[in-house]
């Protein structure tokens, strides 16, 4: 199994920077892609960014302003993916999740973290 777990959100200004991070423990062979997620206030769930094989993609919203990177232990047992984000503004406010992708035994399982929520107000 994988458990994913979200920190970092807050209450920022427009303009600052905020960094997320998720820890993922587990066996990290059985992981694939990594993505963030967010669900603005009453709104669907929108894929942010992702990242696999050292490839990452963005939302055309987010692109220039956040980047991620992943990091996983030597022993494969824990990985952490970053969400770098600049230039916030009140629409990235939202609850952002992390996702991870199972591959081998897990393959075809999706795992979610219970989400942080960002806030972007002045």
């Known amino acids: 199994q994988v458990q994913l777990v979200e920190s970092g959100g807050g209450l920022v200004q427009p303009g600052e920077s905020l960094l997320l991070s998720c820890t993922a423990s587990g066996r990290m062979f059985n992981i694939g892609l990594m993505a963030w997620y967010r669900q603005p206030p009453g709104k669907e769930r929108e894929l942010v960014a992702s990242?696999?094989?050292?490839?990452?993609?963005?939302?055309?919203s987010v692109l220039g302003r956040f980047t991620i990177s992943r990091d996983i232990a030597t022993d494969g047992a824990k990985s952490v993916m970053n969400l770098q984000m600049r230039h916030l503004n009140p629409e990235d406010t939202a609850l952002y999740y992390c996702?991870?992708?199972?591959?081998?035994?897990?393959?075809?399982?999706?795992?979610w973290g219970q989400g942080t929520q960002v806030t972007v107000s002045s």
């Open positions: 990242i696999t094989d050292g490839i990452t993609r963005y939302s055309d």
């Open positions: 996702y991870a992708g199972g591959v081998n035994r897990l393959r075809g399982r999706d795992f």
